[in-house]
């Protein structure tokens, strides 16, 4: 049975509104410049050092969510570490609200222990790479529900098994659970899975980041199956913060 999926905003209007929301005098470099790929990367400092985490939105562009609450984190203040964000990481797929860009699907673009296979995917790991993470962080949108609608994957975490992933990611998902997702919608529960124990094909970034940085990495999945765009936002941004507070860097008002 197909998934029903919730009334969206319309793709314009929610770039229009993920671009009004960056903080443009963060931005520490231009990747793909003077082509069709061409993306900022920003950087959000706290006041005290601390660890450092990769955030990127907007690896399938039709995925509105991951790059809306990734342009939102651009305006953040944290306590201490520092975000290096990509929101936009393929503007023309998510200018087209498709999932693949030019050059098929960004998020299998990452083989392990190999380069990255396109240009773009190139450019976005060297950003990995220099920033040195202690933490790097997916923001995606996924279709169904968790073992329910097997075609997709659902409402979860997935997640590596470097530097206590898999306990953070127990752990953020049973706050989820007990403190933001209403007892009513069980079905909506977030599920902590092992990026490992389910078969999404290889040349994902987070598999990248465990086997040849080997630092804890997250896919956030929220679906959109009867679940509002707004709500998918919430969730999404709330399991960042979380994910974030986990691994020492606080979010301050």
């Known amino acids: 049975m197909a998934a029903i999926r919730s009334f ?8 229009d509104r993920a671009k009004n929301a960056l903080d443009r005098d963060r931005i520490v470099e231009t990747i793909m ?7 900022a990367v920003y950087e959000v400092t706290g006041s005290a050092e601390g660890p450092t ?51 098929g699907d960004l998020n299998r673009s990452f083989p392990s222990e190999q380069p990255p296979e396109s240009a773009l995917a190139r450019a976005i790991w060297r ?27 659902g409402q979860v975490i997935l997640h590596t098994e470097a530097n206590r992933a898999t306990d953070t990611a127990t752990d953020v998902c049973r706050s989820m659970n007990d403190h933001y997702v209403p007892r ?23 598999q990248k980041a465990q086997h040849d940085l080997d630092v804890a990495s997250y896919l956030v999945e929220s679906t959109d199956f009867l679940l509002d765009i707004d709500t998918q936002i919430r969730w999404t941004a ?12 606080q979010r301050t008002a």
């Open 8 to 15: 969206q905003h319309s793709p314009g209007r929610s770039l």
């Open 33 to 39: 410049e003077n082509t069709a790929h061409e993306t």
């Open 53 to 103: 985490a990769v955030i990127l939105g907007g690896m399938h562009g039709n995925e509105i969510n991951g790059y809306r609450v990734a342009a939102n984190i651009t305006s953040w203040d944290i306590d201490a570490g520092r975000l290096v964000v990509i929101p936009f990481a393929t503007i023309l797929a998510i200018e087209r609200n498709d999932r693949r860009g030019p050059d």
């Open 127 to 153: 950003v990995i790479t220099d920033a040195d993470p202690d933490v790097v962080i997916d923001l995606h949108r996924s279709r169904g529900l968790f073992n329910t609608h097997h075609r997709w994957v």
């Open 184 to 206: 009513l919608m069980r079905f909506h529960r977030f599920t902590p899975v092992a990026m490992d124990d389910i078969d999404r094909g290889t040349g994902l970034l987070i």
């Open 238 to 249: 709330t399991i960042t913060n979380l994910l974030l507070a986990e691994h020492g860097i």
